[in-house]
């Protein structure tokens, strides 16, 4: 069974950091592309950053130039920096193995003085 382990998060002062790490385990295909969504409270699900398998990366504009997405092998990692208060949400990781979409449990990101 495919399984996402979530890591990382918490609470950050405005202009801090934060690294998110999401371990996919169980697959018996290769796993494609990987990324992460963010859903804040009142809104809709929204990409923040993807990554292929070959390390092609898309990502929001309103993250471009503070945020960075990387993939080691079946993990996934995003790097948050210059945290802004509406960067405040759940952060969920993704990952499309053949047809189907799995999804991490999810995990809070505050940002707030």
């Known amino acids: 069974q495919v399984q996402l382990a979530q890591s990382g998060g918490g609470l950050v002062q405005p202009g801090g950091s934060l690294r998110l790490s999401c371990a996919v385990s169980g697959s018996r295909f290769i796993i494609g592309t990987m990324g992460w969504y963010r859903q804040a409270p009142g809104k809709q699900r929204e990409l923040v950053a993807e990554i292929t398998n070959g390390g092609s990366t898309n990502s929001a504009d309103s993250v471009k130039a503070r945020f960075t997405i990387s993939r080691d092998k079946d993990t996934v990692y995003l790097q948050m920096n210059s945290l802004r208060p509406e960067d405040t949400a759940v952060y969920y990781c993704?990952?499309?193995?053949?047809?189907?979409?799995?999804w991490g449990q999810g995990t809070q990101v505050t940002v707030s003085s």
């Open positions: 993704h990952a499309k193995i053949w047809v189907t979409d799995y």
